[in-house]
């Protein structure tokens, strides 16, 4: 009896899914590296060609910070300080630097996050040193800015350590966490006494019960993760759980673990292990746990940056489960850049993520930290 003849349709089908096993992970691979140089040559050119103004700065209406991240994400992406358009941020950032040190547009309430913005820049900038005496005293500028006995406060004070917008402004985890970020990148070390202290308030913005932290809130919600500030009663972006505890949320528990590693503290410890453990119970790539689409792009640039500082290029998600978090969150922004080259919070607009001169240099500075081995 002759055997039945394949059917040419069940035939294409077969050869389709095993053309399909045998794509070669390589080719898989540069796919993904084109997708990724494509989208960081397309975000740069919208910050130069559209999201510049003539005299250098983005978005000047808020003050020079939005310039300052821009730049950064420039000269994070291969372009120098010769660049026409970064040599006009540059000068135009140069214009507000003060004889205090600071780096700031006049009458901010904003100094310490402008400085510490300015600051990055300058420093990704400085190949030739000259931007070294500039740099030293935005440094300074910095340390005097922080709550410590100079202000009155002890080292039991919830203030101490910690940095707020400028001026005598309650202090928070993301000003304090782009204070450590600006002096180590500058060249600060992790012993210096500014980062310790630095340290003592972040350890006070962990929902974490230790010899770290005595303040009543890590009991009311001991889940490990981090919220806004335990200064002036406390506060979370996130709000409080039932019974006064301040919740934990993605973009500050990320912040946390960044800034627990500039300082030095050991990926052993009980601080940056718990941190992880919320971490890994929270992961994801669509949202800022806790905040929803609040604060995404915040989210994305501080996630890039702590899980680069942590070393380890897959995260154990709880239950096991192994991510490439390098390869899922480049996936994820080039996924979500406009057709202009631009991203955009489309979703929610809070805290000025319905910019997009902030919202493309926050997602450059991410995909360059998620990605330093392709640069």
Known sequence: MSQPLVSPFRYLIASAMLAALLISPALVHADDQTAYEKSVEKGVSFLANQGQA???TFSSNAGIGVTA???????EHGRTHLDPSVKKALAAMEKHVKPDGGIYVEGTRHRNYETCLC??????ANKEGQYDKLIT???????????DEEEGKSEDDPYYGGAGYGGHSRPDMSNTTFLMEALRTSGVGEDDPAIQKALIFINRCQNLESTYNQTEFPRLNPDGGFYYTP??????????TANGGLRSYGSMTYAGLKSMIYA?????????????????KHYSTKENPGMGA????YYYQTVAKALDAYGEDTFVAEGGAKHNWRDEFTKELVGRQQENGSWVNTEATRWMEGDPNLVTGYSLLALSFINKDKK
């Open 119 to 124: 600051l990055l820049a300058f420093t990704a």
């Open 137 to 147: 005293n935005a440094q300074n500028f910095l340390k005097k800015l922080q709550w």
């Open 294 to 297: 609040t604060g995404l792009y």
């Open 231 to 240: 200064a002036a009663g406390g506060n979370s972006q996130a709000g409080e």
């Open 69 to 75: 991240i821009c730049t950064t994400a420039m000269l």
């Open 264 to 280: 030095g503290v050991d990926k052993d410890d009980q601080r940056v292990k718990a941190a992880v453990s919320w971490l890994g």
């Open 54 to 56: 003539d005299d250098g």
